[in-house]
């Protein structure tokens, strides 16, 4: 039995997948061996918080050949526009403003907040990605983000005015070492914000492949209070985002005087009626992942039975765990489409399914296209209106499989 890696407690386990090589590792020879972990999640019923059962280590995950570069999609950099606002308004006033961005990734946010002259720093393990948000002048201290890492900032920077990240979170698995780097780092009157795709979206659509080893924990409010309490910080405010299939972003203060705003009672309210607070909310999830995988495997083979070819849109970190869950390769997925240089010309971990460019999607002109980058459907539609006018069909499976 694992134990909750927040308060020690023993683990409920809510699903296992079985062995899964690492999601954003795209193989580029497929004679060598991938590394292989056992993927499985589960609850804790002291401090409510879901969790990967086994972690990887971060810097297989997190270094110079990490995949996911943030600026690929229109809306994400739209999304980051906003965010960079909502922080240049917060320290407008302050004397000596001072930003911290965990996981800045390319500097998809912090380069707003740099063209603006505000002090800031953006703390980025990946070489590569670290490497492009110094391009658009952006300040990049290469690291982990924990308790000794935000020491060295206080000292070197000062404390902050604002910290925040997203889908970064989510990813470290020493996340009280993480908090207590926080507390360090945030002046008193500082706001700690970060937002991560939001359990009772994962659980309302049974989106089963946000589940994989980067995503070590699946946040709840419920969950982030009881963090937060530990470490002497208050959740104040909640704010539901459109983002990654649905996010929550949290928003954290110091101390205990009452800040709470009035959408955390609706909302917490929600989460309980959901039982995300007890292992009554997780029991069906098994059940509807199995019906969504088996349905889209039937759904490809009747279609590949017809002596049509499918290919597939979007090579993202979380198809890994969706399509080996669902038994699903190059046996019925031609290739998939994907506009970051780096993946095209390799292939899917696990699936070995090869990743070409954008280009070749609009001339090979596909019948059915997987859309597994399904987050980013509005934007994909948009951008594919000829492809669909000319008959070409997009395949989604959350909550259910569907063709359009
Ligand atoms: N914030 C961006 C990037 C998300 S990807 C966005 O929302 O699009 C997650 C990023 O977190 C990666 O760039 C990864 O290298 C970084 N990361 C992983 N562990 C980290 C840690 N301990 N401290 C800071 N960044 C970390
Ligand atoms: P994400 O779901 O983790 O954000 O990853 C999205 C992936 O989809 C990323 O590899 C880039 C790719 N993509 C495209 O190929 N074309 C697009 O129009 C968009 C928005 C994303
Ligand atoms: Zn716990």
Same mark, same amino acid.
Request: hydrophobic fraction near 40%.
């Given at each position: 039995?694992?134990?909750?890696?927040?308060?020690?407690?023993?683990?409920?386990?809510?699903?296992?997948?079985?062995?899964?090589?690492?999601?954003?590792?795209?193989?580029?020879?497929?004679?060598?061996?991938?590394?292989?972990?056992?993927?499985?999640?589960?609850?804790?019923?002291?401090?409510?918080?879901?969790?990967?059962?086994?972690?990887?280590?971060?810097?297989?995950?997190?270094?110079?050949? $990490?995949?996911?570069?943030?600026?690929?999609?229109?809306?994400?950099?739209?999304?980051?526009?906003?965010?960079?606002?909502?922080?240049?308004?917060?320290?407008?006033?302050?004397?000596? @403003?001072?930003?911290?961005?965990?996981?800045?990734?390319?500097?998809?946010?912090?380069?707003?907040?740099?063209?603006?002259?505000?002090?800031?720093?953006?703390?980025? @393990?990946?070489?590569?990605?670290?490497?492009?948000?110094?391009?658009?002048?952006?300040?990049?201290?290469?690291?982990?983000?924990?308790?000794?890492?935000?020491?060295?900032?206080?000292?070197?920077?000062?404390?902050?005015?604002?910290?925040?990240?997203?889908?970064?979170?989510?990813?470290?698995?020493?996340?009280?070492?993480?908090?207590?780097?926080?507390?360090?780092?945030?002046?008193?009157?500082?706001?700690?914000?970060?937002?991560?795709?939001?359990?009772?979206?994962?659980?309302?659509?049974?989106?089963?492949?946000?589940?994989?080893?980067?995503?070590?924990?699946?946040?709840?409010?419920?969950?982030?209070?009881?963090?937060?309490?530990?470490?002497?910080?208050?959740?104040?405010?909640?704010?539901?985002?459109?983002?990654?299939?649905?996010?929550?972003? $949290?928003?954290?203060?110091?101390?205990?005087?009452?800040?709470?705003?009035?959408?955390?009672?609706?909302?917490?309210?929600?989460?309980?009626?959901?039982?995300?607070?007890?292992?009554?909310?997780?029991?069906?999830?098994?059940?509807?992942?199995?019906?969504?995988?088996?349905?889209?495997?039937?759904?490809?083979?009747?279609?590949?039975?017809?002596?049509?070819?499918?290919?597939? $849109?979007?090579?993202?970190?979380?198809?890994?765990?969706?399509?080996?869950?669902?038994?699903?390769?190059?046996?019925?997925?031609?290739?998939?489409?994907?506009?970051? @240089?780096?993946?095209?010309?390799?292939?899917?971990?696990?699936?070995?399914? @090869?990743?070409?460019?954008?280009?070749?999607?609009?001339?090979?002109?596909?019948?059915?296209?997987?859309?597994?980058?399904?987050?980013?459907?509005?934007?994909?539609?948009?951008?594919?209106?000829?492809?669909?006018?000319?008959?070409?069909?997009?395949?989604?499976?959350?909550?259910?499989?569907?063709?359009?």
């Amino acid at each position: 039995m694992s134990l909750c890696k927040i308060c020690n407690n023993d683990l409920e386990t809510v699903i296992s997948f079985g062995e899964m090589p690492i999601s954003n590792r795209f193989v580029s020879d497929l004679t060598e061996d991938e590394f292989l972990y056992d993927l499985s999640i589960g609850f804790c019923p002291e401090c409510f918080m879901v969790q990967l059962e086994e972690c990887v280590d971060p810097a297989m995950m997190f270094n110079e050949d $990490y995949a996911y570069f943030s600026s690929i999609s229109k809306a994400m950099e739209d999304h980051f526009e906003e965010m960079a606002s909502e922080i240049i308004d917060i320290v407008s006033e302050k004397p000596s @403003p001072f930003v911290l961005e965990l996981g800045c990734n390319d500097g998809i946010m912090l380069k707003h907040v740099a063209a603006h002259g505000i002090p800031h720093l953006g703390i980025e @393990p990946s070489a590569n990605v670290a490497a492009s948000a110094r391009q658009k002048g952006v300040h990049v201290l290469e690291d982990f983000f924990n308790a000794t890492s935000a020491s060295e900032i206080k000292n070197r920077y000062g404390q902050a005015d604002v910290i925040c990240g997203a889908n970064v979170m989510c990813h470290i698995e020493d996340i009280n070492s993480v908090f207590q780097g926080v507390s360090v780092l945030l002046k008193p009157e500082g706001v700690f914000f970060f937002e991560d795709p939001y359990l009772a979206d994962i659980i309302k659509k049974a989106s089963f492949d946000q589940i994989y080893d980067e995503h070590v924990y699946y946040f709840s409010g419920l969950a982030v209070s009881e963090l937060a309490k530990r470490h002497g910080l208050q959740l104040v405010n909640m704010v539901p985002q459109e983002v990654h299939g649905g996010s929550m972003r $949290y928003y954290l203060s110091k101390g205990s005087e009452n800040r709470v705003t009035k959408n955390i009672g609706a909302l917490l309210a929600v989460e309980k009626g959901l039982n995300l607070h007890s292992l009554k909310g997780y029991v069906s999830f098994k059940k509807r992942v199995d019906s969504i995988s088996s349905d889209f495997k039937n759904t490809l083979l009747k279609i590949r039975a017809e002596g049509k070819r499918i290919a597939a $849109y979007g090579a993202t970190s979380k198809s890994t765990t969706f399509l080996i869950y669902s038994k699903v390769g190059v046996d019925l997925i031609d290739y998939v489409s994907d506009t970051t @240089p780096t993946k095209i010309g390799k292939y899917t971990p696990g699936t070995h399914i @090869p990743v070409k460019s954008h280009e070749h999607f609009i001339l090979d002109n596909p019948p059915y296209t997987v859309l597994l980058a399904w987050n980013h459907k509005r934007e994909i539609l948009e951008k594919e209106k000829e492809y669909r006018e000319k008959g070409g069909k997009f395949i989604t499976f959350f909550p259910e499989v569907t063709i359009e």
